[in-house]
């Protein structure tokens, strides 16, 4: 029972695909209602959660406007009545060398990766705070702990997802709500999909990796039901890694 989620509402950024798609029905599996928010609707999503007898409501919205979020999010309330789980997992990469790297690059990724997950956080969390319990995962990254190359925005972003978790988490977490974050490693989505696509360094990436394989979307079905759970209650400010071993190496 610690992991059930029957009877919670979770609203999931970013289900169009890739590990927010497999998010969004992992928690529908455990009992969640879903609503699904992205810039492009994706019906698969839709049907493999109501094929398990999901609930779930779609929204299509660009996160990256920070000035309709707060009428996005009230929509979001408005499809099931409340949020208990919010899951800040929507995210772009921009990969270009930080010399080159354009003003626009760095402002796009930072109002979706960043910016959002602040606003959304705000907008969810006056929700959960009224009503005593909520939890809040963001999605960081490998890049929340190593440099990485040709992408100063998106570690620049994904750095400030891990330090906003913790911030948030020193305020929230004695009011009952817990924010937590997944720092997925290597995963195949479109988001790595120019890395797969380029033999040489999809086969160095993977010798490093402990587990010898990419992690797949699926992967992070667990790992977010138990930060939506009561199996969590007592974890804040946490960011879990879910790597393969990727950081133990
Ligand atoms: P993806 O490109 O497959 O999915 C990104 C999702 O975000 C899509 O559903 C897309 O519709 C949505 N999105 C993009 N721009 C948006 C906008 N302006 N407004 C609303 N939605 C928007 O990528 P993914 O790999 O599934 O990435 C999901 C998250 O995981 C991101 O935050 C990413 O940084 C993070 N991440 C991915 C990996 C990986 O290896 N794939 C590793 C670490 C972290």
Not at 37 to 64: K, Y
Not at 188 to 196: L, S
């Amino acid at each position: 029972m610690l992991f059930d989620l029957t009877g919670k509402t979770a609203l999931v950024t970013g289900t169009s695909g890739g590990l927010g798609a497999a998010m969004a029905i992992g928690l529908a599996e455990a009992g969640a209602s879903v609503v699904a928010i992205s810039s492009s609707n994706s019906n698969s999503t839709v049907e493999a959660v109501r094929a398990i007898g999901g609930q779930i409501e779609q929204i299509s919205a660009d996160l990256s406007k920070a000035d309709t979020l707060e009428s996005v999010f009230e929509r979001a309330v408005g499809c099931f009545g409340k949020i208990d789980i919010l899951v800040n997992n929507a995210g772009i990469i921009r990969r270009t060398p930080a010399a080159d790297h354009s003003a626009k690059d760095w402002q796009d990724v930072i109002d979706l990766n960043l910016n959002s997950v602040f606003y959304l956080s705000q907008l969810a969390g006056r929700h959960m705070l009224e009503r005593g319990s909520g939890k809040i995962i963001n999605i960081a990254s490998m890049l929340s702990y190593q440099g990485g190359i040709n992408v100063p925005g998106y570690t620049a972003s994904k750095h400030a997802v891990a330090g906003l978790t913790k911030a948030l988490a020193n305020e929230w977490a004695g009011r009952g709500v817990q924010i937590n974050a997944i720092a997925p490693g290597y995963m195949t989505t479109n988001n790595t999909a120019p890395i797969t696509a380029d033999e040489a360094r999809y086969k160095s990436i993977t010798e490093r990796i402990p587990a010898g394989r990419w992690g797949s979307p699926d992967d992070l079905k667990g790992p977010v039901v138990f930060l939506a759970s009561a199996a969590s209650d007592y974890m804040n400010g946490h960011v879990l890694n879910v790597d393969g071993g990727w950081l133990a190496r």
